[in-house]
T-cell receptor, first 114, second 114 residues
Framework: AQKVTQAQTEISVVEKEDVTLDCVYE???????LFWYKQPPSGELVFLIR??????QNEISGRYSWNFQKSTSSFNFTITASQVVDSAVYFC???????????FGQGTELSVKP | NAGVTQTPKFQVLKTGQSMTLQCAQD?????MSWYRQDPGMGLRLIHY???????DQGEVPNGYNVSRSTTEDFPLRLLSAAPSQTSVYFC?????????????FGEGSRLTVL
């Protein structure tokens, strides 16, 4: 069965600190897709990144970076020099098909204080 | 750019009442789905559709009905609302087949059942 675990329910940091959000997944498929979504206080879901199971290259986008390790079934998300605007709930998700059926983790609520 | 449009954004129902959450997308996506979001549980899949005339159950389908008569529309029906259905509901769409499963979400509908 597929499962996504985000063990950190809440994280609080002070602005400019680096923070890593953990995501561990379970799947029996060899082909799958991993996602991160951001949900700011306004409530909408914002797509951040998609990763294919056959591409383990880490990715950096500005202050955001993602570390994908198949050996540990993890897809962690790091925000460098956090800002107050990063305060949100972050969801990691897994899809075993191309049909858009995502399994979400429980979410990590990040609070960045000035 | 409309994307995925959900209505209504807010609704209060009494136990036993029925209602329909509307969802429409203008991206010609084959795949559409409904999720509910509850505190501490992430997003859970209710029903999904891979094309007009085709629907299937997700993780938490009980108490909900769907139909897909057109590519654009995917309404979610609550036939007899219960307090346990108090939640935030998200409709999503994506490309099936050659896509990678990325979901495009509506803005959400907050439902309260008294």
């Amino acid at each position: 069965a597929q499962k996504v675990t985000q063990a950190q329910t809440e994280i609080s940091v002070v602005e400019k600190e680096d923070v890593t959000l953990d995501c561990v997944y379970e799947t029996r498929d060899t082909t799958y897709y991993l996602f991160w979504y951001k949900q700011p206080p306004s409530g909408e879901l914002v797509f951040l990144i998609r990763r294919n199971s056959f591409d383990e290259q880490n990715e950096i986008s500005g202050r955001y970076s993602w570390n994908f390790q198949k050996s540990t079934s993890s897809f962690n998300f790091t925000i460098t020099a956090s800002q107050v605007v990063d305060s949100a709930v972050y969801f990691c998700a897994l899809s075993e098909s191309q049909l858009g059926k995502l399994i979400f983790g429980q979410g990590t609520e990040l609070s960045v204080k000035p | 750019n409309a994307g995925v449009t959900q209505t209504p954004k807010f609704q209060v129902l009494k136990t036993g009442q029925s209602m329909t959450l509307q969802c429409a997308q203008d991206m010609n996506h084959e795949y559409m789905s409904w999720y509910r979001q509850d505190p501490g549980m992430g997003l859970r899949l209710i029903h999904y559709s891979v094309g007009a005339g085709i629907t299937d159950q997700g993780e938490v389908p009980n108490g909900y009905n769907v139909s897909r008569s057109t590519t654009e529309d995917f309404p979610l029906r609550l036939l007899s609302a219960a307090p346990s259905q108090t939640s935030v509901y998200f409709c999503a769409s994506s490309l099936a087949g050659g896509g990678t499963g990325e979901l495009f979400f509506g803005e959400g509908s907050r439902l309260t059942v008294l």
